[in-house]
Every structure is written in C-alpha cells, then in structure tokens.
C-alpha cells in the first residue's frame, strides 16, 4: 500500500524545505479523491489524507488534519508541518510528542546511508549521532539553511526519506 500512496501523491519533484508552494502540488479536492479511492479505514485515510496534503504544499489543509490526529503518526505529521511553515519551536514541541517513533530506526540506517553516499558526513553527526534519529537536529539544520542556503539539497532528500518512512510505518 505504500508504493501505491506514494505513486497517487507523486509529483516528480521534492517539497521546498519552508512554505513554498510547487507547480507541481495538486488540488485539495484532487488529493481527497485520490487517497479515499485507496480505500483505507478511516484513521489510516486521515493519515493518508494529512500527508498527502503536506507532500503537496497545503500546509494549513494539512494541519486541519493532522491535529485531530492524536497518535505518534499524527503527531510527528504535525511536527513536519510546523517545521515547513515555519514555525521550528512548535516543530520541536510536537516531534517531543512523537516520542521514539516506529520508523526512526529505519530512518536513522537510511539517513547514514544517504550522507554518506553525498560526502556528508558532517551533517550525519548532527542528524544521527550514535546512529539514532535525532528530529531535533533536523529541524535545527532545516532552521539554519533557511537562513544560511547550505545543503538545502541535501535536507530535502532527508526530508523525503523522513516523509516516506513515516508513510511506510502507518500504511504498513
């Protein structure tokens, strides 16, 4: 079910890191559509239906969502959105309520394996020291690029692998 939602929500393109919004991003209603043919029950469609508003830009359509959401799923949605509008103390408040999430495990090889593939080794300290997930570390180094440009590039990879794995542990 993952690789489907995924394929529905595609856009050939990657979330800015802040609020912008893409070309690409398709309509709210078009979304709906999309994510109830999936046919999931309904907290997963909530789910679904908060990331695939995230995925395409509608940060506050998102939040709506998300913040009836009271699961570490839901939870951890509404950290990613507040980190994109921006809002990073209020990203930081809600990914303490995620707490150690399913998927950080999986996140946390993933991230390694990425950076250091990209000479990124640095950004692989602050991001998963000792090998654990560090969501705090993502929404500083998010923070700092939003004002310094630096690996920008690299965040957004980050950031889908962070959006995918969360994807994959709710629709698994």
Known sequence: MTEEFLKVIDT?????LGPEQRASARPIAALGQAVDALGLSSSTAN????AALLWHDHLDESHTVSQDIGSADGSFLHGIMHRREPDYPNAKYWFRRTGD????????NQVEAYLGVIGGEALA??????????PFGFVDAV?????NGQHVDALQNIQRLEFESLVASFLA
């Not at 999430?101 to 946390?108: F, I, K, R």
């Not at 300290?125 to 560090?134: E, I, N």
């Not at 923070?143 to 004002?147: F, L, N, R, T």
């Open 12 to 16: 050939g393109d990657l979330p800015a």
């Open 47 to 50: 789910l679904a239906r908060s």
């Open 101 to 108: 999430h399913p998927c950080y495990s999986s996140l946390a």
């Open 125 to 134: 300290k602050r991001l998963v020291p000792g090998a654990q997930w560090d």
């Open 143 to 147: 923070e700092s690029a939003m004002h």
